[in-house]
């Protein structure tokens, strides 16, 4: 039971933390609260208009279906709310978390909104929405996705029916894994991070400058593009040898011998003579 359900004084309180509380039915409008967890309950119908609020985590709540108009709301995470339908605009807001929120199908435009999520909802499409820096729709059924001019990072993993991925300059992250349409990826300057393993009809990708993070496994692209760098075949080569050792019943026997020599009565803290351990290495056998 939450300190509503107790009946408690609730004057002067700035952040209230309800969440979980299996009573819990409706939320009283308290004045001056900035901060608002009522996620996880069950029973939660209503959420009251409080003005002044800026921080409002109402996620998993079961029998949610509507979001009111809080003017001045910064945060809302409202998330895994399967009755929720649509999210009102609203001026100010600055991070949105509406994944896995099977009933909506809109976005709307609000102006100053800097992160996006909304996982695995069935939209086909979004709004432009200048300023943005974040953007989530894994899993959605989003066609294209617009030219977001400042946006840094974007993840579009497992999304069918996306085909093309925006050429927007600055962007600096890039997930677009599992995505059965993507055919190419464009070169965007300053792109750091790039993910897009299991794209089975990506058959190009181009050469970028400053690339930290590169993971391209179930792409049949690096083995048909010969422009590419060599180093990163070697990798590719590099992997598939490890990976057949790490498999292999040679290494499952090396292991089994190098066990009871780590735990030999005479290696002082795991270390053997050199000699000792010339011996016992030149001893072992690698057939399979």
Same mark, same amino acid.
Request: glycine share 6%; charged share 20%; with cysteine.
């Given at each position: *039971?939450?300190?509503?359900?107790?009946? &408690?004084?609730?004057?002067?309180?700035?952040? #209230?933390?309800?969440?979980?509380?299996?009573?819990?039915? %409706? !939320?009283? !409008?308290?004045?001056?609260?900035? &901060?608002?967890?009522?996620?996880?309950?069950?029973?939660?119908?209503?959420?009251?208009?409080?003005?002044?609020?800026?921080? #409002?985590?109402?996620?998993?709540?079961? #029998?949610?279906?509507?979001?009111?108009?809080? &003017?001045?709301?910064?945060?809302?995470?409202?998330?895994?709310?399967?009755?929720?339908?649509?999210?009102?605009?609203?001026?100010?807001?600055?991070?949105?978390?509406?994944?896995?929120?099977?009933?909506?199908?809109?976005?709307?435009?609000?102006?100053?909104?800097?992160?996006? *999520?909304?996982?695995?909802?069935?939209?086909?499409? =979004?709004?432009?929405? &200048?300023?943005?820096?974040?953007?989530?729709?894994?899993?959605?059924?989003?066609?294209?996705?617009?030219?977001?001019?400042?946006?840094?990072?974007?993840?579009?993993? %497992?999304? *069918?029916?996306?085909?093309?991925?925006?050429?927007?300059?600055?962007?600096?992250?890039?997930?677009?894994?599992?995505?059965?349409?993507?055919?190419?990826?464009?070169?965007?300057?300053?792109?750091?991070?790039?993910?897009?393993?299991?794209?089975?009809?990506?058959?190009?990708?181009?050469?970028?400058?400053?690339?930290?993070?590169?993971?391209?496994?179930?792409?049949?692209?690096?083995?048909? %593009?010969?422009?590419?760098?060599?180093?990163?075949?070697?990798?590719?080569?590099?992997?598939?040898?490890?990976? %057949?050792?790490?498999?292999?019943?040679?290494?499952?026997?090396?292991?089994?011998?190098?066990?009871?020599?780590?735990?030999?009565?005479?290696?002082?803290?795991?270390?053997?003579?050199?000699?000792?351990? =010339?011996?016992? *290495?030149?001893?072992?056998?690698?057939?399979?």
């Amino acid at each position: *039971m939450c300190i509503i359900c107790r009946n &408690e004084n609730l004057i002067d309180i700035k952040e #209230l933390d309800c969440s979980g509380c299996p009573l819990l039915i %409706n !939320i009283p !409008i308290i004045e001056g609260l900035q &901060e608002l967890d009522c996620s996880n309950c069950p029973l939660l119908i209503h959420i009251p208009i409080i003005e002044g609020l800026q921080k #409002l985590y109402c996620f998993r709540c079961p #029998l949610l279906t509507n979001i009111p108009t809080i &003017e001045g709301l910064q945060i809302l995470c409202c998330f895994d709310c399967p009755l929720l339908t649509t999210i009102p605009t609203i001026r100010g807001l600055q991070i949105l978390d509406c994944s896995f929120c099977p009933l909506l199908t809109t976005i709307p435009h609000i102006e100053g909104l800097q992160k996006l *999520m909304f996982c695995e909802c069935p939209l086909s499409t =979004m709004p432009l929405i &200048e300023g943005l820096q974040k953007l989530d729709c894994s899993g959605s059924q989003l066609t294209s996705i617009p030219q977001i001019e400042g946006l840094k990072e974007l993840h579009c993993n %497992n999304c *069918m029916l996306l085909s093309s991925i925006p050429q927007i300059e600055g962007l600096q992250i890039l997930w677009c894994t599992e995505c059965p349409r993507i055919t190419s990826i464009p070169l965007i300057n300053g792109l750091q991070t790039l993910s897009c393993f299991k794209c089975p009809t990506l058959i190009t990708i181009p050469q970028f400058e400053g690339l930290r993070r590169l993971s391209f496994f179930g792409c049949k692209w690096i083995e048909s %593009n010969e422009e590419y760098d060599d180093a990163i075949k070697k990798l590719l080569i590099l992997q598939r040898w490890f990976k %057949n050792l790490l498999q292999s019943r040679r290494l499952k026997k090396l292991i089994q011998q190098l066990v009871p020599l780590y735990y030999h009565p005479d290696a002082k803290g795991g270390y053997l003579d050199k000699l000792d351990i =010339m011996k016992f *290495m030149n001893g072992i056998s690698f057939k399979s």
